[in-house]
């Protein structure tokens, strides 16, 4: 009985210790804009690294001291970390979940479209016939744009609201409306 309880304990806390720790690292790691699988991978071994040296620790009577001061110092670190990203890359971040299609209403009828597709594809959409799929990238407050020689077409600052995007460029503005 005594063994099953210990069993349910190590098992609790082992998940939690890695649950909260790999998802506060892919937060991390999407922040600094590592690619999908090696942001995965790197979450998955640290995770399951730290919840497996703390675990042991913190279900031994005579050791849980220990895991609860290596416990803190784990979490203070990713806090450390989060707030040394939240400067300018999370802005980078919130930009990057943009998704969606967004238009310009231009008085004469010529609207561009920006449809952000996939995660590093978009489609510029000029007239009706008039399309194209492109690269893009996220710096800061920047919009890069790239053809598919990766050379750059557009480098437009951005500004972006719950459901209006501007993008400047020089002295001209261009307002984009999400519209799904």
Do not use: H
């Not at 304990?9 to 999407?30: C, H, P």
């Not at 790239?146 to 077409?153: C, H, I, P, T």
């Amino acid at each position: 009985m005594t063994m099953t309880k210990m069993t349910k304990s190590f098992i609790i806390i082992f998940s939690s210790i890695f649950i909260g720790s790999f998802f506060v690292q892919r937060a991390i790691l999407d922040i600094v804009d590592w690619s999908n699988f090696q942001g995965l991978l790197l979450a998955l071994v640290i995770s399951g690294t730290v919840a497996a040296i703390i675990t042991p620790l913190l279900t031994d009577t005579n050791n849980r001291k220990r895991g609860i001061l290596f416990l803190g110092l784990y979490v203070v670190l990713l806090v450390a970390i989060l707030f040394f990203f939240k400067g300018e890359n999370f802005n980078t971040s919130s930009m990057r979940s943009v998704g969606g299609v967004w238009e310009t209403k231009e008085r004469d009828g010529e609207n561009f479209m920006l449809d952000f597709f996939k995660r590093d594809s978009l489609r510029l959409i000029m007239l009706p016939e008039l399309e194209r799929v492109v690269g893009y990238k996220w710096k800061g407050k920047k919009l890069q744009i790239y053809d598919e020689e990766e050379g750059l077409l557009f480098d437009w600052n951005v500004r972006l609201d719950s459901k209006k995007m501007i993008i400047i460029q020089g002295d001209d503005k261009l307002v984009f409306y999400k519209i799904y």
